[in-house]
């Protein structure tokens, strides 16, 4: 089978116009090997490796369904718009059948057909003959667009809709909990969920998110068809996702709104009164507790809990049973959902779980309580890999030089459950970059940015003229940076995240290479850069959770009574994560030079600093700042030679 996947392989680089790489084929042949033997697979493929086509091609060739999991849209829709169709194009050419491959998302995802031709049940009015560029234009363009997606036979997803805002979507599209189900829906035999879901059953190759893989695989809730094989890439986010996913949230403003859409449809409706009086009580008790984690929920926080548990459930009793023939009512569905969701999670709150953390956050419309597992380790391990062949890849997978610490977060704890391969990067680091550690930095202050700090910043973007990607810990350090470089060097322009939207400013730091981009963690990663926009990556502290982060402090706890070291395994285990994605920014391509700064001396002068530095690219090292400043000088002035001839 070997000789199979190099030659579609091989077929299918030459149809994207590549080259043969020897950790994409090193990958391929262990991914297959992997799907053989059913162990399961780390794979660790460094930027420029090819990995999506060095786990595409053995799964193409599998004899059984495989699902590919990634965390992100974006890299969903590459795999579904590029990635898949050119390697089935190019496949034709040496296989006989080339099978076929679907896209799985959330129902959310797709616009709702009932929802579209019968209105949403909080829509105000009708939405006709407004004026373009107002929220009525543009559900009003969606309708239209979801008419077209019908008569066509097409899919109803949202990547492909009309430009629109979040509102906009809502008014068009619907929930899981709200949907009306198959059985009573009119529009069943057109619903583009499931015309999706009946797709996937067809598909040899099925693409979904980390989401949906957890509910289906660990929740148990089917979403996606039968498989026995999984790729999971962008692996280092899984536990976090599948966290995500489990995370649940209950407010006194969330509760009082599901009251008064449940009112109307209630037999009894002193039932959403008694769900109002509820709300008012639990807003009452959380007044009385402090922000933060709640280790132990207090005596009058169990009791308020349990009467939204209690008043929920008899709530939705009240709404009582449909009629036989009677017109389905979306109203009463999503209230009767939303009531049915707020005693579940209500109900989860009050057990008090020693598997759940339970914090008290704060919104602008008040104080929301929220809770999460403290650790997925467990439930991946007997849902996932005790039940499933699973090849997890990414380029950050082996930190401080080892598997084992994203093994064991994942939950795979015994050796002969899985085997660790790093297949590397085609491109050579210690001659394309440097990593400069600002040694003669004071260690970053809980205040933020210090003016040593904001001095050498302004040096290093001076030096580079411009072309400097700011990764900050916070928002504040992001501004904060960006108004003292704004000042310090006027000739420069400086964008900061908030100022638009990320797109829009990334877009911008493309066209107009002598920019800088300041901002936080949704530029860590994700984000591709090549070229000579960006020469230069400033890391302002090591990406430590913060010491109140009540997850990540209920992590570390559990793993101290475990009698392991809770910092190394959670808290700089997730640093390590953040700055090799981070510092993976500078090098996207052969040709890309440049110098990544950290500002934190930590990373020469901790203990602890040889295993987040061991998790970095292997660019060339130094802590000497003449070195760095004449270097990145040199690269302003090639760039500045490159784009003037």
């Known amino acids: 089978m070997a000789s199979d996947v190099r030659d579609v392989l091989s077929a299918a680089v030459d149809a994207v116009g590549g080259t043969e790489r020897p950790g994409q084929i090193a990958m391929a042949e262990a991914v297959q090997e992997a799907f053989d033997t059913e162990r399961h697979l780390l794979v660790q493929a460094g930027t420029g490796t090819g990995k999506s086509l060095g786990y595409l ?12 999991a990634t965390a992100t849209l974006n890299l969903q829709h590459q795999l579904v718009e590029r990635d898949i169709p050119a390697l089935k194009e190019a496949a034709r050419e040496v296989l006989d059948d080339v099978p076929h491959h679907a896209v799985v998302k959330g129902r959310g995802n797709y616009a709702c057909l009932h929802r579209v031709r019968e209105g949403a049940p909080d829509d105000q009015g009708t939405l006709v003959e407004v004026p373009e560029g107002t929220l009525g234009a543009e559900v009003v363009a969606l309708r239209e667009w979801a008419e077209q997606q019908a008569e066509g036979g097409h899919v109803g997803d949202r990547d492909a809709a009309p430009s629109h ?9 619907v929930t899981a909990r709200e949907c009306l189900g198959a059985q009573r829906c009119p529009y069943a035999l057109e619903c583009f969920a499931e015309r999706a879901r009946e797709d996937a059953q067809q598909a040899h190759i099925v693409v979904t ?49 599901a009251a008064r859409r449940a009112r109307p449809h209630l ?19 959380l007044t009385h507790i402090s922000p933060g984690r709640i280790e132990e929920a207090p005596q009058p926080l169990r009791a308020a809990l349990d009467l939204v548990r209690d008043t929920a459930r008899a709530c939705f009793s009240a709404f009582g049973k449909e009629r036989a023939g009677e017109e389905p009512d979306p109203a009463r569905q999503q209230a009767r959902s939303a009531v049915d969701e707020l005693r579940q999670v209500a109900e989860r709150m009050a057990r008090d779980s020693d598997t759940d953390v339970l914090w008290l956050g704060e919104l602008r419309t008040g104080q929301q309580l929220r809770i999460a597992p403290i650790d997925v380790s467990g439930a991946l391990r007997d849902k996932l890999f005790g039940e499933k062949t699973v090849v997890l890849t990414s380029a950050t997978l082996a930190l401080g030089g080892s598997f084992d610490p994203v093994a064991r977060s994942l939950g795979l704890w015994e050796d002969s459950q899985w085997r660790g391969l790093d297949v590397g990067s085609p491109f050579d680091y210690a001659k394309q970059g440097m990593l400069y550690v600002a040694r003669h930095l004071p260690a970053p202050g809980r205040d933020g940015l210090e003016e040593d700090q904001l001095g050498e910043i302004a040096a290093l973007v001076k030096a580079a003229g411009g072309r400097t990607l700011g990764l900050f810990s916070s928002r504040r350090g992001a501004e904060r940076a960006a108004e003292y470089v704004r000042m310090a060097l006027p000739d420069i322009e400086v964008l900061c995240q908030g100022d638009a939207q990320l797109p829009e400013l990334a877009r911008r730091f493309v066209d107009e290479p002598r920019t800088c981009l300041f901002g936080t963690l949704s530029l860590w990663q994700g984000v591709d850069l090549p070229g000579d926009t960006c020469t230069l990556v400033i890391i302002d502290r090591i990406p430590f959770p913060r010491p109140d982060d009540p997850l990540m402090s209920a992590r570390q706890r559990l793993v101290e009574k475990r009698g392991g070291n809770g910092f190394m395994q959670v808290a700089a285990h997730h640093a390590a ?43 060339w090292r130094t802590t000497d700042r003449a070195t760095v400043v004449a270097a990145l000088g040199r690269l302003d002035a090639a760039a500045a030679e490159r784009a003037a001839s």
């Open 165 to 173: 805002n979040e509102r906009a979507w809502r008014q068009v599209s």
């Open 577 to 619: 994560l953040l700055l090799a994605q981070g510092a993976g920014r500078l090098i996207r391509r052969a040709d890309d030079r440049g110098v990544v700064a950290m500002l934190d001396p930590r990373i020469v002068t901790a203990r602890y600093g040889a295993f987040l530095a061991s998790s970095l690219p292997p660019l």
């Open 209 to 257: 998110n980390h989401a949906m893989l957890a509910i289906d695989a660990i929740d148990g809730v089917p979403m996606l068809p039968e498989f026995g094989t999984v790729v999971i890439d962008e692996a280092h986010e899984l536990a976090a996702r599948v966290t995500q996913a489990a995370t649940q949230e209950l407010d006194p403003a969330g509760i009082e709104r």
């Open 267 to 285: 037999t009894e409706p002193a039932a959403a009164d008694d769900l109002s009086d509820a709300a008012d009580a639990l807003a009452d008790t």
């Open 57 to 68: 091609v053995p799964s193409l060739l599998h004899g059984e369904r495989v699902v590919i």
